[in-house]
């Protein structure tokens, strides 16, 4: 916060008129002498604008995150980075004491995360991976998991607004000014294994966050006779970036962990449980868990709500039916006695811990968000239609195709209009997560996207997709914006981008006649 002030002596020959404009000069440059108060400067900075809601920081969250692991029994995580670069060269900021500080604030009654500090001045942690190479010949811990991103976007001045007005007299000048500047921070976040470097598909963060700076200002000038005089006084105040960069990261440790370790981290957030997102979030958990630990977490979920006094051995029993008949009525389900996601949504809402797992290994290792069993045999890509394989389509229709993969992966889906021109339709603005669950079936255009294709014209279409087991890197010439042409002369092309950076790529093709 900053203030100015200038004022000019006036002396005491004045005509009848300019006491009281004096007396006004004098009345303003007394609401600006007292300087600022050095202890308002962290207030000044406190961002007020975070990406989900107008709190200051995430400190609270980051104390519920720790209630919320150590009530689902989350411990002996460890981690380490190297720190969240800066791939704008526009932000300052010590990231990796940010997601140390986080990490810890999260941990002190539960002990879920321990960080694990590695020297980061070696590329890439080599000199992390060389350790678990060598495992044997080391004594202390090495992380389970280590934590990678970039802030990915600034944009400076994204909105610029000012207003101004003034008054001009022939013998006094008054003139008031407003202005404000929002810029927008993005930071990316993921998480890979350590053992395999490989990035943990659907564990990631991708948050933005808007940086507002305010002025105001205001000018008086005139004439006392033959002397003339002038006062100015403004007023700035801009939120740092600093701070706007530390709460994304404290947002982005919250969903991280809380994706990784599969415990509702939205509560923390204050986010409703109705909310679609965080209801596909715990859809995709649900449908990765086998039936055994779905059963399991019920009966420790039902003991600890004193619903259920069985033994936690996964296998369902009369009474284990009739816990779960009784708190669904309780809660406004339907008391059928078995285990859905309904019935498992409900029970995460819940804000009782679980009971203790005897099954559990004395010193667990705690390991990603459950996916399925692997399929037998390499991954694969089916693209059908509601058509067959090879459909047909008349002028002004509109396409209805599903893909499927036997195997979670990452995909990306491209399509080539009857002209020749290409786009990538999956990945897109509208859904940016590229993971899939296997044996899952997505429609493309994916579901609740607001766009369609439509045939407009006669001719043959195509749709491709690439798919990958781990994390597939976009080869360069493929990085364009979604839904817009890309500069390439043909699918081949991207099929052979796909298989230069990976071999073992996934692949399938559909062909359409437009009639």
């Not at 701070?243 to 509702?264: D, Q």
């Amino acid at each position: 916060m900053k203030t100015q002030q200038s004022l000019v002596t006036v002396f005491p020959s004045i005509p009848s008129p300019w006491p009281a404009v004096l007396a006004l000069s004098l009345a303003l440059a007394g609401c600006v002498a007292d300087p600022p108060k050095p202890e308002t400067a962290t207030v000044a900075t406190a961002v007020k604008t975070p990406a989900a809601k107008t709190v200051t920081n995430f400190t609270p969250a980051l104390r519920c995150m720790d209630d919320l692991l150590l009530a689902y029994g989350k411990r002996d995580i460890v981690i380490t980075t190297a720190g969240i670069p800066d791939s704008t060269g526009k932000v300052m900021a010590g990231t990796k004491e940010m997601l140390i500080t986080a990490a810890s604030k999260m941990s002190i009654k539960s002990k879920a995360l321990t960080f694990i500090d590695y020297d980061t001045e070696r590329a890439d942690l080599l000199a992390l991976f060389q350790d678990i190479q060598a495992a044997g010949a080391f004594q202390h811990k090495l992380p389970n998991y280590y934590i990678r991103g970039a802030i990915t976007q600034l944009d400076e001045n994204a909105i610029d607004a000012q207003q101004g007005a003034g008054i001009a007299l022939p013998f006094l000048d008054l003139g008031v000014s407003r202005d404000q500047v929002s810029s927008v921070v993005s930071i990316d976040m993921n998480v890979g294994e350590t053992t395999s470097r490989m990035i943990l598909p659907g564990v990631n963060a991708s948050n933005s966050l808007v940086i507002t700076r305010t002025g105001k200002g205001g000018e008086l000038g005139g004439r006392l006779g033959k002397v003339g005089f002038s006062f100015n006084m403004s007023l700035n105040k801009a939120e740092g970036l600093g701070s706007g960069v530390r709460a994304l990261i404290e947002l982005g440790m919250i969903e991280l962990v809380g994706k990784l370790t599969n415990v509702p981290y939205w509560k923390c957030l204050e986010i409703e449980k109705t909310n679609p997102v965080m209801i596909e979030q715990a859809r995709e958990w649900y449908d990765g868990m086998k039936p055994e630990d779905r059963v399991k977490l019920v009966q420790r979920k039902l003991a600890g709500m004193n619903y259920y006094q069985g033994p936690v051995n996964g296998i369902v029993s009369k009474e284990l039916t009739s816990a779960i008949g009784k708190f669904q009525a309780e809660n406004g389900l339907i008391a059928d006695g078995r285990i859905n996601f309904e019935l498992y949504y409900a029970l995460l809402d819940a804000d009782q811990p679980l009971a203790a797992d005897p099954t559990a290994a004395a010193a667990p290792v705690v390991a990603a968000a459950p996916r399925p069993a692997a399929a037998s045999g390499p991954l694969t890509v089916k693209l059908d239609t509601d058509r067959g394989p090879r459909p047909t389509y008349r002028t002004k229709e509109f396409l209805q195709a599903r893909v499927q993969l036997s195997g979670d992966g990452i995909l990306y889906c491209y399509y080539r209009d009857n002209s020749g021109v290409i786009a990538r339709i999956f990945p897109n603005r509208f859904n940016p997560d590229s993971f899939v669950r296997a044996g899952r079936p997505m429609s493309l255009p994916p579901e609740g996207s607001p766009f369609k294709i439509r045939f407009d014209q006669p001719g043959q279409e195509q749709i491709v997709c690439y798919a990958s087991e781990r994390d597939l890197p976009l080869p360069a010439n493929l990085k364009a914006a979604d839904l817009t042409p890309l500069k390439v002369a043909s699918l081949e092309e991207i099929a052979q981008a796909f298989r230069k950076s990976n071999p073992n790529v996934a692949e399938a093709k559909l062909e359409i006649t437009v009639r």
